[in-house]
Each structure stands twice: as structure tokens, then as C-alpha cells.
DNA sequence: TCTGGGGTCCTAGGACCC
DNA sequence: TCTGGGGTCCTAGGACCC
């Protein structure tokens, strides 16, 4: 079969630039939540060597010398344009993995004049760049890791292969692993590239000669099955229905350091029940919870805390997880402590209504009722419409920092750009 | 002064069982 | 002085991904 990978070139920066002219052709960063570090780069960025993560006030010099503009990490609209581009891939093809905001599978269809895959993916290209405004590219492969290497080739080499690489061919593996550094290959990370070294392996060439087995001493299964898939050996298959999340996480860094206890439970209580409305999202309980706060990892004796604790019997209601969460604050709480970050992680996700229930607990029937009342209301008249006390009132100061914000021109009606 | 957020998979080792 | 042979389940932590 034949894999196909599609990603978005620079996604945040491309959906940024789609609605404002002004962000073409000069270097632009979107910047993560509470406007720290640059998470995406325009090419004209990265031009000038800002690094992936790199914390925005060691480069105030950079960015006004040279006009950047920044942007705050603007979700609803780059979920938007995932959904728009994955719109146009099904136009082509029903068989499609989503696999990250800017990355799908798809199987190529067999077009009916019998032109080749490249051409089709091509045209798939176009398309998603008329109707969208998203330059992507195109990795083709007999394996998901063929592919996923492919498309990083085309990222690599997009002049000469116009967005597109096959990589069915031996012949031009062979020739192309050669110069193909191996921590470019997805699920070489750093610490891999550090064990691979003294081995003599660099460059993916050296990787896909590698024996199996060794492969697996050397790492994990995981680096096995890599192996393998460089030489066209794996059974997966698309992963058309999405799965259910095993854990959600909803963790921040503050707007501003958080030096009261009360206002840790606030904030602590805010991350829990958006926490809880994520996994009701989806349809899942959780039997486990845990929660930390920290306060800047970089300082020694910074404060440092995390609980965990079980849900019995697992739930999804939010007054529930805000109060284990709530306690957990009171047992971690150091007089004295300066908090920068907190969160909770729901675990042991399982469907609403198959989880395993406690002898002991008394049922609440009417819990699922007021948590779907809440959840329409917020959705209706916006966020956190009905809250509960625990989670105070109003902005404060130690919520995100999201300063640099462009509106939600694709998802809200009030914000929709006009045109004259 | 200031460095994101949200996931998955795998392994080792401890606790416990018969 | 010396202490079996199998399991399962859970947790912590590492590594990787976008």
C-alpha cells in the first residue's frame, strides 16, 4: 500500500499569514502560551537562527532590529484550518488518519487516466493551496516510516522535488539516506542519536543497515520496528476512527507568580475543570488524578509538589475533580513558596458507563445531568458562563498571558474579516 | 526578570499472589 | 551459611512526538 503524509509548511505562521497580509514575506514567530518562546517560525525566521522553543526576551534585540512580528498562539483558528485542509484531503481520498494538527495520512486514490502517485499528490497540493492558502508537502512511501522520512526529504529539497517525494524506489533510498542525517528520522530523538554515534551510525543509510536485533538492544521494540520500516517491512494500517485519549493534561505556566494559597486553589481549580469538561468531551471518566505545582524549575529550592490519587468510582464531574484537586493544593502548600506553574492529569480514561463502579459509594444520578446542563451553557454563551466557586470570578492575574492574539476569523461571527 | 502544552509507548522494579 | 518458579498489577521515569 502505499502511505501518504501531508504536512503543513510552518503551520501557525501559514494560518496567521492566510488572513493577514501584513505577515508575508517578513519574519514571523507565534509564540506559546503566556508569550514565552517562539513554538513556530516563518522561513524568514528561521533565516535569522531562532531555534524551536527559543524564549522570546533573549531575542528583544533580533526581533525589533528586524521588524518581527509576533503573534500569540491562536488555537481556534489553526484547529480550524486542520479541519479545513483535512476537508480538501477527503475530496481526494475517504481513507484518512489525522494524526497532528498539521500532519495526515491518506491513501492515495487511483486516479481514472492512470497518472502516477506523485502526480495525484501534486494535485492534492494544489488544491489544499486554492481553497485553503496552506503550502504543504507530500511524502509517499511503502511504510508509515518511509513516508514520514519522504516528507521530511520534500521539506528539505522542495525546489528540486516540488513538495513531493516517492520513495517506493530503492534505488533513490539508497541514494538520498546517504547525505540524511539519522536524528532526522521520526523516533530518533536526542538521546538515540547519542547511543547510535559510537555505533558508527549517522545517517539513515547507516540506520536501515542496521540488524534488527541489535536495533532493539541498542534502544527499544520501538527502534526494531523503525529499522524495519526503512527496509518496507510493517503491517500497520491507516487509523481512519480516531481513539480515545488514554490521559488529558490541562497544565500553565501563571501571568503572574502565584504567592498565596488561596490563589493556587483558584488556579488549581480552574486547570480541573477544564480538565474534567475535556474528558466529558470525549466520553470518558477518570480514575485517576494528579496535580502539581512548581515554581521556576531553573532556581534551586524552588518549591516542587505533586498527589495523586484515585477517582473510585472513576467520574467525569467536575466538582468532584475540583475538589480532590483543591485538597491537593492544601497537602502541597509551602509557606513562603513562589508557584510559576500548576496543572492536573486525568488518568485511566475509560468510557462514561462501562467503568467499574464502587460497593461502597453512593450513586449520583443526576451529577451527568448538571454536568451536560453546565457544558451546553458554556457552549452556548462562551466560557465559563457557569463555573464553580471554587474557580472564583472574572480574569486574574495569574491566568495566560495571550497578548499578541489575532482574532478568531473562521470561528467567531463577530471577528469574521471583512472585505471591500 | 522572563524559557509551552499535551500526548504515546516502553521498561524496570516493587509488591503481591499461588 | 544456605532460601523456587512462575505469574500479574502498579508506579515511576525515560524517550519520543507535534
Known sequence: MTWALVDVENFYVSSERVFDPKLRGVPVLVLSNGDHCAIARSAEAKAFGVKMGAPVFKMRDLIKRHGFELRSSNYELYADMNRRFNAVISEFSDQIEIYSIDESWF???????????????????AKIR???????????????????????????????FGGVIDLHDEELRKRLFKNWPVDEVWGIGRALTERLRPLGIR??????????????????????????????????????????????????????????????REAMARRAARAAEKIREQGSVAGRLIGFAHGNGRKANASSAQRTCRLSPPTNDSRTIVKWASRMVDSMWEQGGV??????M??????????????????????ADLMS???????????????????????????????MKSPAWTTRLAEVPVAR
Open 203 to 264: 545517517t539513515t543509510a547507516d540506520l536501515a543497515a542496521m540488524d534488527p536485533h541489535q536495533a532493539r538492544n541498542v534502544g527499544t521494540v520501538v527502534l526494531e520496528r523503525l529499522v524495519r520500516e526503512l527496509n518496507e517491512i510493517g503491517e500497520d494500517e491507516l487509523q481512519i476512527e480516531p481513539e480515545k485519549r488514554q490521559a488529558t493534561a490541562v497544565t500553565r505556566m501563571f501571568g503572574e507568580p502565584v504567592t498565596t494559597i488561596e490563589e493556587l
Open 130 to 160: 486554492r481553497d485553503t492558502g496552506l503550502p504543504t508537502r507530500i511524502g509517499l512511501g511503502p511504510t508509515r516510516t518511509l513516508s514520514k522520512v519522504a516528507n521530511g526529504l520534500a521539506k528539505a529539497g522542495e525546489k528540486v
Open 346 to 367: 486525568l488518568e485511566d480514561l475509560c468510557d462514561a458507563g462501562r467503568e467499574q463502579t464502587d460497593l461502597f459509594a453512593a450513586v449520583d444520578t443526576r451529577g
Open 107 to 125: 491513501r492515495l486514490p487511483v486516479l481514472s487516466d492512470g497518472l502516477g502517485d506523485t502526480t495525484t499528490a501534486l494535485a492534492v497540493i
Open 373 to 403: 446542563t453546565m457544558d451546553a451553557l458554556n457552549k452556548r454563551f462562551g466560557k465559563e458562563t457557569v463555573a464553580l466557586g471554587a474557580m472564583g470570578i472574572g480574569a486574574r492575574s495569574f491566568d495566560t498571558k495571550r497578548a
Open 339 to 344: 508557584y510559576t506553574k500548576c496543572g492536573v
